[in-house]
Each structure stands twice: as structure tokens, then as C-alpha cells.
């Protein structure tokens, strides 16, 4: 999503309805949603399966203690440039594919060094050192998916983590300084810290939506952007961040993250939207859907002359969408407006109309459509032969209200 688009998007909602004070982001990714309303002084609560966007959205919210940030970036290249250790910080399946020997280490000490700051501060170190990883992988970075550059090109590559680390760091530092000026002259900061509710929490909003702001406080406002297809087809973040994991202790990000997340690197797109897949229930999962949805009953119709693996591959993941959307209902306040940002994907050379099907499928819950904006994507990390992404050229964004109760 685009920041200053989702901020447009998010006034547009207070100017017709004042009394929001709380927005909620279920598929919160990079925090985008949540640094529009921020600037906006808006309480902001988030999660995601993905404990890379967990990360990325929890420095996003502060704290902004910029001066001692600084401070500590200095320290770990300091730290890391004077490190002697062989010692490799990590040891995965693949990790020889994916980096050379000279960047394991480097990447080690960097690792190394971010684990004597303190925690609020790792969190943001260990944010540069993810893209640094991402940098000085093996790992072609054209895509989301993991393929590995070829074995000339990765021999004749010059990368040094350590002098890639420093550079970003130094950018990172940048940008959240000028993140928290603008908070700051709105005044919604106190003693660095964000003086709104905030909240970021891993979660499968599949199974549970979750009330951040209160036991039984709801939200006054969704801004969000699910996936556009299960991610093992169309953008496959899990990939994108399993090498980056690999080397961040996941304990600072939420101490309850089960390591198996990274047993393969498929795996946190397997437990994401349309992951789990059971063929021998397909049938039944399409009769269900295609009961709630007129336009995946007719989608359905248009697959029926297609491999049979593109009707469960759309199937499972409007299933899980679905189970989503019943969750974040539930936690959402009477008459609040949700705004949904969606692209539709082809499968098995089909358009997958999926702005007719959040609709069909909001508004039998109850919720009432009230207008959408189609935008047009110019940046869209993906194959430009993938046959996905030549239908993803357009987004929409679709506004709801959830109606009143009639008690």
C-alpha cells in the first residue's frame, strides 16, 4: 500500500465520521496503514502471520529515541569491524547456497554486536540487518521469491554485509528522525513514545482476530490489505523473509513464535491464506463458497475445464478469507467503515474478480458497501513473464460501513 494514499484515504473517513479514535490493520504487513494514522493521531493496532512484518510494524510505532538509536548504530559497526570470532550466528539448510562464506561472517558479527543493545533497540537494528541479508544474499532480488542467482554471478559478486549494514543504518536513523519530527509537531509524541493506543501482535486472523485495544473494545475503523491469493502462487512474502529470520533472534520479536515457522521456506506462506490445502475436501469447500459468493459460484464454473489444483488453489484461499472476514466483524464497532485495498490475479488464465467477492461475501455479514477507487500499481516486485502479474497492474479500494445493531 502507499503511504500518503492510505493517509488521503484515512482523512477522507474523519472528515465524514469525527468520533474515530481507533484504526485496525488484521493483515498489517510493513505498517503502512498504521504510520498513515499515526500521523492522523489515531490509537493503531495491528497483526500478521508474518513475524517480518510483526517487526517492521513495531518499529514503525516507536519508540523514537533517535539520539540513543544513533548512538547505538555507531556502536554495532564499531562492535562488528572490531569483532576477531569465526563464529557463523547461524545455521540453517542452505545456508552455503545462500551466502558465501565471507558474508556469513560478516553478517555474524553484525548479529553479534545488535545482541548487546538494548531490546527497543534491537528491534530496529535488526530491522537494517534484515535488508542487509536480503542485499548480500545469493538471492536474486528481482522477486519476492527466493531464486538464487546463477553460480558465475554469485562467484564474481563483491558484498560486504558489514559496509552494506553501515550504509543503511545511517538512512534507517534518517527516516525514523523524520518520522518522528513530523509526529512531534503534531504533537502526539511523549518522551519518544507515540501518546496513542498502539499494539502490534503475531496472529492468524484466520483464527482469530484480535482485540489489541481491549478485552472488549473494538475498533472504530480497518484499513487493510489482505493477500491477493495464496502466497505461494501469486507474492510470496514468507519467502521473502525466511533468510532475513534466519538471522534475527525471533524471541525479540514476540517470544511465542514457534521456530517451525522456519522449517522450510515455504512454511509462513503454508500457514498463510489458502496454504493448508485438503484436495479430497475441495468439492465440498467450493459448494459452501460458491453458496455465499455469486461471483466465485460463476469463477468456479469458469475453472470446472481446468487442472483441478486451480479450483482448490481459489477455494482454500476465499475459505480462509472468508473465516477471516467473520473474525474481524466480530471485533469491529457498529457503523464502522472498513477499507479494503485489493488486485485481482488470474488462475489457470482466469481473472479472479475478488473485489465482487469481498463484497458478496462482507455483505452478507451485515456490512454495506458504500463506494470504491481503482488505482493503478506502478511498482509490483514480480516476474515480468509471470502470467499473475500481468492482471495485477490495478488495485481497488473498496469502502464498507458495518451496520448499526437493532437492539
Not at 20 to 42: E, Q
Not at 153 to 164: C, G
Not at 329 to 343: G, L, R
Request: include cysteine.
Amino acid at each position: 500500500m502507499v503511504p500518503e494514499v492510505q493517509r488521503r484515504l484515512v482523512s477522507a473517513i474523519l472528515e465524514v465520521k469525527p468520533d474515530v479514535r481507533s484504526v485496525y490493520d488484521p493483515f498489517v504487513g510493513a505498517g503502512t496503514s498504521l504510520v498513515a494514522s499515526m500521523r492522523l493521531g489515531l490509537d493503531c493496532y495491528g497483526q500478521d502471520i508474518n513475524p517480518l512484518a510483526v517487526l517492521l510494524s513495531k518499529v514503525k510505532t516507536g519508540p523514537f529515541h533517535c539520539d540513543r538509536l544513533d548512538e547505538y548504530a555507531d556502536e554495532v559497526v564499531r562492535r562488528a569491524k572490531a569483532d576477531a570470532s569465526s563464529a557463523i550466528e547461524a545455521n540453517f539448510a542452505g545456508i552455503d547456497k545462500w551466502f558465501r562464506p565471507g558474508a556469513q561472517g560478516e553478517l555474524s558479527k553484525l548479529r553479534r554486536a545488535i545482541r548487546a543493545c538494548p531490546r527497543w533497540a534491537r528491534r530496529f537494528l535488526w530491522v537494517v540487518l534484515a535488508e542487509t541479508v536480503r542485499l548480500t544474499s545469493n538471492d536474486r532480488t528481482s522477486t519476492y521469491k527466493l531464486h538464487a542467482r546463477p553460480d558465475e554471478e554469485i562467484e564474481e559478486r563483491e558484498v560486504s554485509p558489514l559496509r552494506t549494514f553501515e550504509g543503511l543504518v545511517e538512512k534507517a536513523c534518517e527516516d525514523v528522525r523524520a518520522h518522528r519530527e513530523e509526529l512531534d509537531r503534531e504533537g502526539f509524541l511523549r518522551r519518544g513514545h507515540y501518546g496513542r493506543g498502539n499494539r502490534i501482535a503475531l496472529g492468524n486472523t484466520s483464527a482469530q482476530a484480535r482485540r489489541l485495544a481491549g478485552r472488549r473494545v473494538g475498533y472504530d475503523l480497518l484499513v487493510t490489505s489482505p493477500p491477493y491469493g495464496d502466497n505461494h502462487t501469486t507474492v510470496t512474502y514468507g519467502q521473502h523473509a525466511y533468510l532475513p529470520l534466519q538471522w534475527i533472534d525471533l524471541g525479540d520479536i514476540d517470544r511465542r513464535i514457534d521456530e517451525e515457522v522456519l522449517r522450510t521456506t515455504q512454511e509462513i506462506d503454508r500457514r498463510s491464506l489458502g496454504g493448508r490445502q485438503d484436495r479430497a475436501t475441495t468439492k465440498e469447500v467450493v459448494e459452501v463458497l460458491g453458496a455465499k459468493s455469486i461471483a466465485l459460484s460463476d469463477t468456479f464454473e469458469r475453472l470446472e475445464d481446468k487442472p483441478h489444483d486451480r479450483t482448490a488453489r481459489v477455494a482454500f484461499f476465499y475459505r480462509d478469507l472468508d473465516a477471516c472476514l467473520e473474525n474481524i466483524m466480530a471485533v469491529m464497532n457498529d457503523d464502522a467503515y472498513m477499507c479494503w485495498t485489493v488486485a485481482n490475479r488470474r488462475v489457470g488464465g482466469e481473472e479472479i474478480p475478488t473485489h465482487q467477492v469481498l463484497r458478496d461475501l462482507l455483505e452478507r455479514r451485515g456490512a454495506v458497501y458504500v463506494t470504491e477507487v481503482e488505482r493503478r500499481i506502478y511498482h509490483k516486485r514480480m516476474p515480468t513473464r509471470n502470467g499473475t502479474s500481468q492482471t495485477m497492474r490495478n488495485e481497488r479500494i473498496l469502502v464498507f460501513r458495518k451496520q448499526g445493531s437493532l437492539a
